[in-house]
C-alpha cells in the first residue's frame, strides 16, 4: 500500500502513520471506484501512461481517484489492491 505516496525508486524509510495514510489513500480509491459510470474515459489512457512512465503510482492515484470509474478500477487492479 505504501506505494501510493511515492515513486518507487524513493527511501522507503517505515513509521506506522505512513502505513495508516496509505490505507486512507487506498479507502478513497476504493470509493472513487463505487462511483456509478464510466467516469473520465482520458483518465484510463492518463493513468496507464503514468504508470509506463517510471512507474509513476502517485500520479496515477490522483488522476485516478479524481476521474472514478474505469481509471480507478483499473488502478486498483493494476496495484492489486482489490
Do not use: F, K, N, Q
Not at 512507474?55 to 496495484?79: N, Q, Y
Amino acid at each position: 500500500m505504501m506505494i501510493t505516496d511515492r515513486p518507487w525508486h524513493a527511501s522507503w524509510d517505515y513509521a506506522p502513520a505512513l502505513l495508516d495514510a496509505a490505507a486512507d489513500r487506498v479507502r478513497v480509491l476504493h470509493e472513487a471506484a463505487a462511483r456509478p459510470g464510466p467516469g473520465d474515459p482520458a483518465a484510463v489512457g492518463e493513468v496507464c501512461r503514468l504508470l509506463a512512465r517510471d512507474l509513476d503510482v502517485p500520479a496515477a492515484v490522483g488522476v485516478a481517484a479524481e476521474a472514478g470509474g474505469d481509471a480507478v478500477r483499473l488502478l486498483i487492479s493494476v496495484l492489486g489492491l482489490a
